[in-house]
DNA sequence: TCATGATATGTCAGAACGGACATATCGCGC
DNA sequence: GCGCGATATGTCCGTTCTGACATATCATGA
C-alpha cells in the first residue's frame, strides 16, 4: 500500500512548485494532480471573465465563499467533485471541460 | 439553499433513468451526472480493453475489487476523483480523458 | 486615512467517501 | 449439476471533504 502514503503526503499540503514527480509521484498522480490544477484555474478563469464574484458563484453551487477561494487555491482539501461543479456553475460545457483537461497535459510537458 | 436538496436526492440513488432532467435538476446537475456516467462507463471500457480484473485495477490504485465495481456502476457514493485516478491507473492520458468528457455531452443531446 | 467590497485563511461539526470484508450472483467450462 | 474466477451488493468505521462562520488581508476610491 505505498500509494496510500503518497495519498497522505499529497493532502498534507502538495507544495508542487512545478508539478513535477518531485518524490516518487507516480505518472498517474501526476496526471490527476495536473488535471485538478488546470480545471482549478479554469474556474478563476471563467468566473473573472464573467465578473461574478467569488460569493455569487458560492449562492448557485449552494456552498460559501471561502470554500470558492480554496477551490481557486487549488487547496487539498477540494475534491474534483467541487471543481467540476463550479465549472459547470458557471455555464461551461462538457466540451470547455474537456479543453480545459487535454491543455493541463501540454502545458506541462516540459 | 435548494441545491442542498437536490444532492440528497441523487445520492440517495438517483436512479436516473435516461439522464434527463427527470426533476428540478439544473443543467449544470445534469452535465455534472453525465460527466460521471461518461467517465465510470470509460473505466469499464478501458478495463476489459485490457483485459484486467477488477481485482488487478484495485491493486493497483491501492483499492479494493469491491470498490472498483461500485465505480464502474457509477454508484453514487464513488467521487470523481476517484473515477478518475482509476483511468489514469490504466494509463488513459488526458487526451482520452477529454475526449470521454467531449462525448458525454454528445451521448445525451437528444 | 478610512471605508467598503472582494478574497484569503483557519477552524469545526457533520456529512460523505474510502478501503476492507463478507457474501451473493454471474458466466462458463466441465 | 459442480467448481471457479470475476463481479456485484451491502455494511462497517476511520478518514476526508464540506458548508458555515470568524477573521484577516487586499484593492480601490473618496
Redesign the pocket.
Given at each position: 500500500?505505498k500509494?496510500?502514503k503518497k495519498?497522505?503526503l499529497e493532502?498534507a499540503g502538495w507544495v508542487v512548485g512545478d508539478t513535477g514527480d518531485f518524490l516518487g509521484l507516480s505518472e498517474q498522480e501526476r496526471r490527476f494532480i495536473e488535471t485538478k490544477l488546470a480545471l482549478a484555474a479554469g474556474v478563476?478563469r471563467r468566473?473573472?471573465l464573467q465578473r461574478?464574484?467569488?460569493?455569487?458563484l458560492?449562492r448557485r453551487?449552494?456552498?460559501?465563499?471561502?470554500?470558492?477561494?480554496?477551490?481557486?487555491?487549488a487547496?487539498?482539501?477540494?475534491?474534483?467533485?467541487?471543481i467540476l461543479?463550479s465549472l459547470f456553475g458557471l455555464g461551461a460545457t462538457s466540451a470547455d471541460v474537456a479543453r480545459l483537461i487535454r491543455q493541463a497535459e501540454r502545458s506541462s510537458a516540459a
Open positions: 500500500m500509494k496510500q495519498q497522505r493532502r478563476r468566473r473573472k461574478v464574484t467569488q460569493a455569487e458560492a453551487l449552494g456552498s460559501s465563499q471561502s470554500r470558492v477561494a480554496k477551490i481557486e487555491a487547496d487539498a482539501t477540494v475534491s474534483l467533485d467541487l461543479r
